[in-house]
C-alpha cells in the first residue's frame, strides 16, 4: 500500500454535471500530480501542485482544476463534465519538487468516474 | 512531439520464463525512465528507476536496461510466475519535470 487514498472509488455523474475528487497523500509529500486514465491507455499528466499552488499543467481545458491543502489533502474538480470525461482519475504524491529531481510518485487506487 | 511505444499485444509466457518487455520513445531525450505495475482498477505501482547516464538496473528478479542510442528500455522479469501477470507501464520521463509521461502499457500473463 501507498498510503495514497483516494475518494469516492466511484462516480457516475450525466453530462454538464460537476464533480470533485479527494485525495489523500502520503504524510511529507508536498506534491501532488493529477493523471487522466482511459480504458487502455496509460495515465495522463492533468496538472500538479506544489506548497498549494499549480506547478504544472498538461493539455487539459481550464474547466479542469485543482485545489491542495495544508494538510496533504487535494482536490480535482471538473465543470461541465463531457462523455470523453469518463476515466480512471489518479492522484499520485512525491517527497519533494526539483528541477531535475527524479522522485518517486505513489499512487492512489484511482476514482473511477462514468459520465452518462 | 514526445511518442512512446510499448506492445499494445499482451505477451504470454509460461511460469519459469523471463519476460521482456519494450518500451521505446521518439522525438525527446529523457534524463531518466521509470517502470510501473498496474494492476486492474488499481493505480501504478513504482518498480524501478534508471537514468540516462546508467545502462542496467537490477531489483530481486527484475532488471531494467536503457539505451539511449537506440531510444528504447527494456524490462526483464526473470523466473517469472503467475503473479507477475499485470499491465507494465514505461515512463522516460524528461530532466526538469516531475511530472509522468507514460506509455499504453504492456499486459502480461504468465501461465501456469
Given amino acids: 500500500e501507498t ?16 464533480v470533485t475528487l479527494r485525495c489523500s497523500s502520503q504524510s ?6 493529477w493523471y487522466q486514465q482511459a480504458l487502455g491507455q496509460g495515465p495522463q499528466f492533468i496538472f ?17 482544476s485543482g485545489l ?21 482519475y489518479l492522484c499520485a504524491s512525491s517527497l519533494a519538487f526539483g528541477q531535475g529531481s527524479a522522485d518517486t510518485q505513489y499512487f492512489g487506487p484511482g476514482t473511477r468516474l462514468t459520465v452518462l | 512531439s514526445q511518442k512512446i511505444e510499448q506492445n499494445s499485444e499482451a505477451l504470454n509466457i509460461q511460469e519459469g520464463k523471463t519476460a521482456t518487455l519494450t518500451c521505446n520513445y521518439t522525438n ?3 534524463a531518466y525512465l521509470q517502470w510501473y505495475r498496474q494492476d486492474p482498477g488499481r493505480g ?7 537514468r540516462e547516464n546508467e545502462k542496467e538496473k537490477r531489483k530481486e528478479r527484475l532488471k531494467v536496461t536503457f539505451d539511449t ?3 528504447q528500455s527494456l524490462f526483464h522479469i526473470t523466473a517469472s510466475q503467475p503473479a507477475d501477470s499485470a499491465t507494465y507501464l514505461c515512463a522516460p520521463t ?11 502499457g504492456t499486459r502480461l500473463a504468465v501461465h501456469p
Fill in chain 2, 44 to 50: 501504478p505501482v513504482f518498480l524501478l528507476l534508471i
Fill in chain 2, 28 to 30: 525527446y531525450s529523457p
Fill in chain 1, 3 to 18: 498510503g495514497v487514498t483516494q475518494s469516492p472509488t466511484h462516480l457516475i455523474k450525466t453530462r454538464g454535471q460537476q
Fill in chain 2, 69 to 71: 542510442t537506440l531510444k
Fill in chain 1, 28 to 33: 511529507g509529500h508536498n506534491t501532488v500530480s
Fill in chain 1, 48 to 64: 500538479q501542485y506544489y506548497r498549494e499552488e499549480e506547478n504544472g499543467r498538461g493539455n487539459f481545458p481550464p474547466r479542469f
Fill in chain 2, 94 to 104: 524528461p530532466g526538469g519535470y516531475n511530472k509522468l509521461i507514460f506509455g499504453a
Fill in chain 1, 68 to 88: 491542495q491543502f495544508p494538510n496533504y489533502s487535494s482536490e480535482l474538480n471538473v465543470n461541465a463534465l463531457e462523455l470523453d470525461d469518463s476515466a480512471l
